[in-house]
């Protein structure tokens, strides 16, 4: 059956790092594309990255561009999220989830931000950031 695990979460201070992993397995991963999201205590899980199936597009939340980068070995069968800059309020669980689509755009050009648009998802990481 399909699996995502991510790791990598952890407690960190504001403007330090971290580097989140999702190991696929059990699904053509070199062919699908990836996302990652979130969620804070008590608000929606939201959108935060996503990479096409040969990491040739990737696309961004308003809220971490410049700061988080998305990437993609399918060698490794995994997907990574770089995150620097942190601040407190990317605290929340991040998931990582993967389409049954190779593209994270369609023709009229909309990008695959909805949690509904991926159809495969992980437990989750915690990410805690401290002021």
């Known amino acids: 059956q399909v699996q995502l695990v991510e790791s990598g979460g952890g407690l960190v201070q504001a403007g330090g790092s971290l580097r989140l992993s999702c190991a696929a397995s059990?699904?053509?991963?070199?062919?699908?594309?990836m996302g990652w999201f979130r969620q804070a205590p008590g608000k929606e899980r939201e959108f935060v990255a996503a990479?096409?199936?040969?990491?040739?597009?990737?696309y961004y939340a308003d809220s971490v561009k410049g700061r988080f980068t998305i990437s993609r070995d399918n060698a490794k069968n995994t997907v990574y999220l770089q995150m620097n800059s942190l601040k407190p309020e990317d605290t929340a669980v991040y998931y990582c989830?993967?389409?049954?689509?190779?593209?994270?755009?369609?023709?009229?050009?909309?990008?695959?931000?909805?949690?509904?648009?991926?159809?495969?998802w992980g437990q989750g990481t915690q990410v805690t950031v401290s002021s």
């Open positions: 989830a993967a389409a049954q689509r190779a593209q994270i755009i369609n023709g009229g050009g909309y990008y695959f931000t909805n949690r509904r648009e991926y159809d495969y």
């Open positions: 059990g699904l053509p991963f070199s062919v699908y594309a």
């Open positions: 990479i096409n199936w040969n990491g040739g597009s990737t």
